[in-house]
């Protein structure tokens, strides 16, 4: 079973559509970043959460420590919301990084 | 300001041979990390510097990989002799802190195709 367990694998769905993706992870302690990464490759740091909700243009991450889950939502999607978005909880002596699989989310015009 | 910088952007190289890849971190930043991902596996890490020195490396896979970060600027990790399963995207990333609020910022990656 992987560390961190991101859903769903792969997300197909309609300009407009609420998208939510989930990820759920058990290691770490008390934060935890989504990333995305676009076609071409480069990895972009989007939100980090301690604790609660924050919110940044239609992206909204939550996280629940306690039950070490957090959900990334996209309102109004587009389709340049396309990426692959991952889910990754620092851990270890380093503060490493211990990625998911990424959840592949594509916005049909 | 510069992000995070590597290069090269493609390697293709055969079996048995050497690659270096090079990775410049965002200026004052002092931690340094290398992952990779392979075969459509998720980003797994490889090795943490603080400064010129090796934290952890604990995630490298084996001696054909030997990283470097002289005068605690750029670094290079170095594959040899490289073998197919090499094959995938390494990133380096820099982060001022290493706490675990600190934002890691991401170089554009390396994609390495070993032949």
């Known amino acids: 079973k992987n560390e961190v367990e991101q859903s769903p694998q792969n997300l197909t769905a309609q300009e407009g559509e609420f998208i939510t993706i989930n990820c759920s992870y058990s290691v770490g302690i008390s934060a935890l970043h989504w990333l995305q990464q676009h076609p071409g490759g480069g990895i972009v740091s989007l939100f980090m959460?301690?604790?609660g909700k924050k919110k940044h243009g239609r992206l909204i991450a939550t996280i629940n420590i306690q039950e070490k889950h957090s959900s990334l939502h996209i309102t109004a999607s587009h389709p340049r919301d396309s990426a692959v978005y991952i889910c990754?909880?620092?851990?270890?002596?380093?503060?490493?990084?211990?990625f998911g699989s990424g959840t592949q989310l594509t916005v049909l015009p | 300001e510069a992000g995070v910088t590597q290069f090269p952007s493609h390697s293709v190289i055969e079996k048995g041979q050497t690659v270096t890849l090079r990775c410049d971190p965002i200026s004052g930043h002092d931690n340094l990390y290398w992952y990779r991902r392979v075969m459509g596996k998720e980003i797994k890490f490889l090795l943490h510097f603080v400064k010129e020195s090796k934290q952890d490396e604990s995630g490298m896979p084996n001696n054909r990989f030997l990283a470097e970060r002289t005068g605690g600027t750029y670094s290079t990790l170095k594959v040899q002799p490289a073998e197919l399963e090499d094959s995938g995207v390494y990133f380096c990333a820099s982060s001022l802190g290493r706490g675990y609020t600190d934002t890691q910022y991401f170089g554009p990656g390396t994609r390495l195709t070993v032949l």
């Open positions: 959460l301690s604790s």
């Open positions: 990754a909880v620092p851990s270890g002596s380093a503060r490493q990084l211990t």
